[in-house]
């Protein structure tokens, strides 16, 4: 008695299983659409996220902003005194322009010499801040960050005159602007348009 109790529950697990599968089957075959729903397995690499870009909007440049009025007066009325004036250009970092930035050259007037003091401010948006630092590190300039913001400064090996600290011209990234001295102490007389 034992053989014929196993024999019917075999009979049944297997006619279990086989109603499963025919189930399993007969839903396949009245969902002609399955394989539409279903995506196919991607066989693209994953992206990287892209980063959510910042909210920094440049600072507008002040109607009232000129090489007399970005740095200390102090240092303006020794520059006057020395017989110095500044001549303003175009802000650029490496090949891009900022026109709405302020390069000042100060200098003996009427004097071509390489004693000059350079200062100047833009307002600049992130990505074209990242654009212009990438730019620059790739041409050898060094970049440092700190609370500051982020300073870029060219190479110490190719640089013609520093500061005490070794530091040629740099660009001082901020949030929104970009500050320029010929050297990294220069920076320190520019007074930043809110």
């Known amino acids: 008695m034992t ?3 196993a024999v019917p529950r075999t009979r049944t697990v297997i006619g279990a299983a086989a109603l ?3 189930l399993a089957l007969t839903s396949c075959a009245a969902t002609p659409d399955a394989e539409a729903t279903t995506p196919p397995p991607s066989t693209a690499p994953s992206a990287t996220p892209t980063p ?3 909210e920094i909007t440049p600072v507008v440049r002040p109607g009232d902003l000129t090489c007399e009025t970005l740095i200390a007066p102090d ?4 520059f006057v005194e020395a017989g110095w004036e500044a001549q303003e250009d175009v802000f650029r970092i490496g090949s891009r322009e900022f026109p709405d930035g302020l390069w000042c050259i100060w200098g003996a007037a009427g004097a071509v010499t ?3 003091q350079i200062y100047g401010w833009a307002g600049i948006d992130p ?3 990242e654009k212009a630092q990438t730019e620059l590190t ?3 300039w060094v970049a440092e960050e700190t609370p500051d913001g982020v300073y870029v400064t060219e190479n110490p090996d190719t640089t013609v005159a520093t500061d005490d600290d070794g530091y040629g011209m740099t660009f001082l990234f901020g949030d929104g602007w970009v500050a320029v001295a010929d050297t990294k102490e220069g920076l320190l007389v520019i007074e930043r348009p809110a």
């Open 3 to 5: 053989r014929s109790r």
């Open 20 to 22: 499963v599968a025919a």
């Open 52 to 54: 959510t870009p910042t």
């Open 75 to 78: 240092v303006v009325a020794a």
């Open 114 to 116: 390489a004693s000059v």
């Open 127 to 129: 990505a074209d801040a």
């Open 138 to 140: 790739d041409g050898g």
